[in-house]
């Protein structure tokens, strides 16, 4: 059976409600008619104000991190039940960014994934390798070790339906994508992963993403890819326009 394009958009730290409002105004009458499922995560705060504009649209909602117990003592965390209450479907689980500057780990990346799977929010968890480890040749160890430990304990209906984000660090951000021969390989390997621990069905069941400077000028050619089931765009998803165009590359 053929896996469903899904195309995200993450905002990271950027776009105020109303900015947001904007933005989300002029997506659209842009992505209406595209295909593949689309998606954007604004910063919490803008949530409510882009939940209440993508009613009735085919934009579904993500917030960029999810805490992993339903509430209590944690200062400045957001859990799955609040997101769920205001519309929020997808959540991005372990971004790099988070791993890297906020000491986000395989571990809580499993308990999040967990947590947002329990409320009903699909979870979009992020593997990827440094430039030092692609060098080096240890690009299929990690992303293997990183997709296993985020997935432990999840039953295979679950990880059936959920998406990963395979996004080398090194392209994030730099204007420097992988090449689809990169990108494509390194899905498949994600994707044997999933083989090996949940049986073939599951395996091509679940999308897979690249994400890393994907924009509209290489997304035609890295979705053409038989691996490659979408996108998460990060600073090409700040513009209607581009965004749009990736949505419907
Ligand atoms: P860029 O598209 O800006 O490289 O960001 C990718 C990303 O990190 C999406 O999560």
Redesign the pocket.
Known sequence: MARKPIIAG?WKMNMTPAEAKELIAALIPLVQDAAADVVICPPYLAIPTAAELVKGTNIALGAQNIHWAEKGAFTGEISAKMLKEVGVSYAIIG?SERRQYFGETDETVNMRAKAAIAAGITPIICVGESLEERETGKTEAIVSAQTEKALAGIEAKDVKILVIAY?PIW???TGKTATKEQANETIACIRNTVKKLYGEETAEAVRIQY????NPKNAAELMAMPEIDGG?????SLKAEDFSKVAKY
């Open positions: 993450n971004h996004e392209a994030i951000g994400g890393g400077s994907m998460l765009i990060g600073g090409a």
